[in-house]
């Protein structure tokens, strides 16, 4: 049970021109392992001013991802749905909140108000290497408590529904 | 001039029994570290034991800001995409170029092909659409 590394990168530099439209530059590259991925990333910021001079737009940024996948995937419980979430709230060390969400949380991890139930052990435990980890919000600001955790129910979008077979 | 990342954000996918995708997302505090390292799969497998779905796959993200951008001098005309043995790159093209014919867009930017070929990870060049 593993994620593994596909062995591909998708490098996107997003460029905006004089009138506000936006396109980006994007390269899917082989990558036949990770520490050749830094080399690469520095020829291609050093190409930037040549793509900048092509479109010219000015690049505003630039990122990287990489594509896993679960090599040992176990078949999911019947009646799982992943509309029903569990939600972490949790407050930064700067005093903002953000959250946290897992997919189709276990019915027995949730009581009959919907809230988590935080001392199940399995919860504890998460709960623990949560806030111990470096784990952090969009800002990059690091984890500085819990404040709550319940379920929540989110509807699906058309992208994450499942296709209609006929 | 591009700012150093300061997190690197993982997007697992879970799927359910009816086949629908969730998706759980954690950002781990890094500096110029790209891969989804040890401590975020980690906590991923930590999410997956409270979830009834299936983790199936995981993405890692990193973004790079860039600071003082310097100014946009036209417009982006169209998006050339240039085919190698092991890359695909999508092109912008400024909006003279972008009324050239492809074989002539191609001599335009022969340089940055060329130098694309001479990096090993891209291949050799295949053609342009």
Known sequence: MALVFQNIATITIPLVDETGSSSQFQLNLQVANLAALPSIIAAIIGAVPGIEALSSASATGLSITLPYREDDVTPPRAGSRVERRGVWDLINVRGNRFSISIPSIRTDLVDSNGYIIRSNPLVVAFEQYLTASTACDSRGVEIGGIVDAREVYRRSTRTSRPPIRG | ?129
């Open chain 2, 1 to 129: 001039m591009f700012y150093w990342p300061n997190y690197v954000a993982a997007t697992a996918f879970f799927q359910d029994a009816s086949g629908s995708i969730g998706r759980l997302r954690v950002r781990r505090a890094t500096d110029w570290d790209f891969a989804l390292g040890g401590v975020t799969a980690q906590l991923i497998y930590w999410a997956a034991g409270l979830s009834d779905a299936s983790l199936v796959r995981a993405n890692a993200y990193t973004r790079v800001r860039t600071i003082n951008p310097s100014p946009p001098t036209g417009r982006i005309g169209r998006e050339v995409t240039l085919v190698f043995n092991d890359a695909i790159i999508v092109l912008p093209v400024n909006e003279t170029l972008a009324t050239l014919p492809l074989d002539q867009i191609e001599d335009a930017i022969e340089t940055l092909i060329d130098l694309a070929e001479l990096a090993t990870y891209f291949g050799d060049y295949l053609g342009l659409i």
